[in-house]
């Protein structure tokens, strides 16, 4: 691989933003210069069936990374859906990337992580803390609300008419998952990388979770109210639903703290950094519709 063709891994490239920046970066690099870090074969397999190169990369197994990162020039390190582990996570895949050379490291944070009340943040500030101190060229991504975070509620919603929530008023500036996928790519493939570069990522056009539920019901063509609840309300209807508790405690307290606006961003970085409109909320909602 030439110093022009640089080679591009990423993390938990099976799951659900894995794939789609791994779909982004064959349009935009080809699959020679991509690598599928995955932790199975059973999820390799999937990569090897579409040209794809894939290692085994696995948090829990720091042994896995050094492997898994040789000769590798760019790596995406998609943040760990272990709550209670994912910092140590991280920066063992961050020394490792350091050790094996890689000449620059890009991590999908969360959206205002520095300033952010999400009680998430703050693992997201302690790993934007370590790829600071590993002195690689670096990418903070941070991700604002995926739209998809909403539209898993869907069908729930149109059976009883209601979507449910606490975050009152707040603006939640949210956008495809693709989007924030493509923004990945753009960065990972440019000509010149930055020493050091933060990206406040976001939806276009914010809406409240009332605004949600009207677009819901338009598109739907069935009525649908957003119900505002306490926060321990939220979090009882989520486990009645039989989410496991710390994830039912974050996600109450995301919606909660969307009060505030903690979720909103107006910058247009995103849709600058990929060339075009994130998607609208109704076409997503089209689209999450034909498939209820």
Not at 48 to 76: F, K, Q, S
Not at 195 to 216: I, K, N
């Amino acid at each position: 691989m030439s110093d022009n063709q640089p080679r591009i891994a990423v993390t938990g490239a099976s799951g659900q933003l894995g794939r789609l920046v791994i779909a982004a970066l064959l349009k935009k690099a080809g699959p020679d210069r991509v690598v599928a870090l995955v932790r199975s074969a059973a999820a390799g397999a999937s990569f090897a069936a579409e040209g794809v190169a894939w290692r085994i990369a696995d948090y829990d197994r720091p042994e896995t990374l050094g492997p898994a990162l040789a000769g590798i020039d760019r790596l995406l390190l998609i943040s760990s859906n272990d709550l209670e582990h994912r910092i140590g996570q991280h920066e063992a895949v961050i020394a490792a990337a350091k050790t094996a050379g890689v000449s620059f490291l890009a991590y999908t944070s969360v959206l205002h992580a520095d300033v952010s009340p999400l009680d998430l943040a703050a693992d997201h500030r302690a790993t934007e803390a370590a790829v600071a101190q590993s002195g690689l060229a670096n990418a903070l991504l941070r991700n604002g609300w995926y739209t998809e975070n909403y539209l898993g509620a869907i069908a729930p919603a149109l059976a009883h008419g209601v979507v449910l929530g606490s975050s009152g008023a707040g603006r939640i500036s949210a956008a495809a998952r693709a989007d924030y996928a493509e923004a990945a790519a753009v960065v990972l493939t440019a000509a010149s990388l930055p020493a050091s570069a933060t990206y406040e990522l976001a939806g276009d056009t914010a809406f409240t979770l009332a605004e949600f539920a009207a677009a819901l019901s338009t598109a739907s063509g069935k009525p649908v109210a957003y119900q505002d609840l306490p926060k321990a309300d939220y979090k009882a209807v989520l486990l009645g639903a039989g989410l496991p508790d710390p994830i039912a405690e974050l996600v109450a307290g995301a919606s909660a703290q969307a009060v505030s606006d903690t979720l909103f961003d107006d910058s247009g970085v995103l849709s600058k950094l990929i060339g075009r409109p994130t998607t609208p909320l109704a076409d997503s909602l089209k689209a999450a519709l034909a498939e209820v």
